[in-house]
């Protein structure tokens, strides 16, 4: 767990990403507030194809408008982590009409969501444009050593605000994928098992 935690992360990259928004598709904004003079970082996920379809680092300033232009654009939830030291920003955010949804971690909980994202990247299960800005974050991202062998990722964390938008939009994506109910029976039956070893070796 003190290696690189996102080692195959090069290999998510995809070329054709559809940056207009789609009717019938479920986006979900993962928005981590800026203050003064910092950066706000903005990241749409296309939650039917698994698929980042927009990032953005916005001037403090702009943000409440960047934010409510993009969930008014994709009509989708922003969802931001519910620390507590950002509340007057996305009141401001929701009396200009945005849905906000606040995400209360713990840290175990926020550890989680990160070794979630580990686990979706190294099996392909998202993907992502070639951002630059977060190809280099998810390649230098790795827990702190503890001596209880317990991985802590809260020092970089503070860091790391492409990240913390990924796993925002992510924590709740299965790695695993799931079995089509064709292939699930209750019966034994010999020629079922045998068509289904020959759907295996195909």
């Known amino acids: 767990m ?8 090069k290999e998510c990259v995809v070329d054709n ?11 979900v904004i993962g928005w981590i507030p800026a203050r003064l003079d910092e950066k706000s970082t903005l990241l749409v996920y296309d939650s ?8 953005e680092r916005t ?20 969802k931001v982590f519910n620390d507590g030291y950002d509340e007057a920003i996305l009141k401001a955010a929701e009396h200009k009409g945005v849905w906000v949804r606040r995400i209360k971690f713990t840290p175990q909980e926020r550890a989680a969501a ?7 990247i190294r099996k392909r299960v998202i993907s992502y444009p070639d951002i ?23 020092l970089q964390v503070a860091q790391q605000s492409a990240i913390q938008a990924l796993c925002l939009v992510t924590y ?30 195909m």
């Open 132 to 154: 630059p800005e977060l190809i280099a974050e998810l390649d230098v991202f790795k827990s702190d050593f503890t001596y209880s062998g317990v991985p802590d990722y809260s």
């Open 59 to 78: 001037p403090a300033e702009n943000q409440i408008t960047r934010v409510r232009k993009l969930s008014d654009d994709f009509e989708a939830m922003v």
């Open 48 to 55: 039917d194809k698994n698929t980042v379809v927009h990032f």
């Open 172 to 201: 709740k994506v299965d790695p695993e994928e799931p079995i089509p109910l064709d292939l699930i029976y209750y019966n034994y039956d010999p020629d079922l098992l045998d068509w289904l070893h020959g759907r295996d070796e």
């Open 17 to 27: 990403v559809e940056a207009r928004p789609l009717p019938n598709r479920d986006y």
């Open 2 to 9: 003190h290696g690189t935690l996102f080692p195959g992360s």
């Open 114 to 120: 990160n070794e979630n994202l580990g686990m979706l």
